[in-house]
């Protein structure tokens, strides 16, 4: 299943949220400090793409909220998403060793968003919001590369995971506001 992208625009247009939904492999559980991806083959895993989350080609902005909303209940993982302005070269791959941030990366790399742990409050659904009233290193200043609207992500757990189950997805909601 590709990634499938949504965008909802703010009163006044100044605001706009980036909605991705992907399928992950899960394909064992995750040891702390491994990716969340896609695919666990070998070199088929690929980056988050936050398509049109500029307002423009090289857009600059901040990011004011986040949110990961998990289909699978009962997780509780802390989880850090690092963002970067081109598909970043580091591992991508479900289930392995984050490698984020590579020195080839390191021009490209935006920063990163440290979400606090996943609750299960009778939702059906594993979830976690990061604002800039908590510590999630929000707002965080990004600037689209010069010919694109595109943000990419790399989605790491920072705890172990046990219980996820194949195909389980993820939903995350970036807020931007533009300058």
């Given at each position: 299943?590709?990634?499938?992208?949504?965008?909802?625009?703010?009163?006044?247009?100044?605001?706009?949220?980036?909605?991705?939904?992907?399928?992950l492999a899960a394909a064992g559980d995750y040891a702390a400090e491994?990716?969340?991806?896609?695919?666990?083959?070998?070199?088929?895993?690929?980056?988050?793409?936050?398509?049109?989350i500029g307002k423009s080609e090289g857009a600059a902005g901040y990011?004011?909220?986040?949110?990961?909303?998990?289909?699978?209940?009962?997780?509780?993982?802390?989880?850090?998403?690092?963002?970067?302005?081109?598909?970043?070269?580091?591992?991508?791959?479900?289930?392995?060793?984050?490698?984020?941030?590579?020195?080839?990366?390191?021009?490209?790399?935006?920063?990163?968003?440290?979400?606090?742990?996943?609750?299960?409050?009778?939702?059906?659904?594993?979830?976690?919001?990061?604002?800039?009233?908590?510590?999630?290193?929000?707002?965080?200043?990004?600037?689209?590369?010069?010919d694109s609207k595109t943000l990419y992500g790399v989605l790491v757990?920072?705890?172990?995971?046990?219980?996820?189950?194949?195909?389980?997805?993820?939903?995350?909601?970036?807020?931007?506001?533009?300058?």
């Amino acid at each position: 299943m590709a990634d499938t992208v949504t965008k909802t625009f703010g009163v006044g247009g100044r605001t706009i949220t980036v909605s991705v939904l992907r399928a992950l492999a899960a394909a064992g559980d995750y040891a702390a400090e491994d990716v969340l991806s896609d695919s666990a083959t070998d070199g088929v895993g690929t980056a988050i793409s936050f398509t049109g989350i500029g307002k423009s080609e090289g857009a600059a902005g901040y990011i004011t909220k986040a949110s990961i909303l998990c289909s699978t209940t009962g997780l509780t993982p802390r989880l850090t998403l690092f963002l970067f302005n081109t598909t970043p070269t580091c591992e991508l791959d479900d289930n392995a060793a984050n490698t984020a941030v590579l020195a080839a990366d390191q021009a490209n790399y935006i920063g990163h968003i440290d979400f606090p742990g996943m609750e299960d409050l009778g939702t059906g659904m594993s979830q976690t919001i990061a604002t800039p009233n908590t510590s999630g290193n929000l707002p965080l200043a990004f600037n689209c590369a010069a010919d694109s609207k595109t943000l990419y992500g790399v989605l790491v757990t920072r705890d172990a995971i046990a219980g996820e189950a194949a195909g389980m997805t993820v939903r995350i909601n970036l807020t931007t506001e533009w300058e």
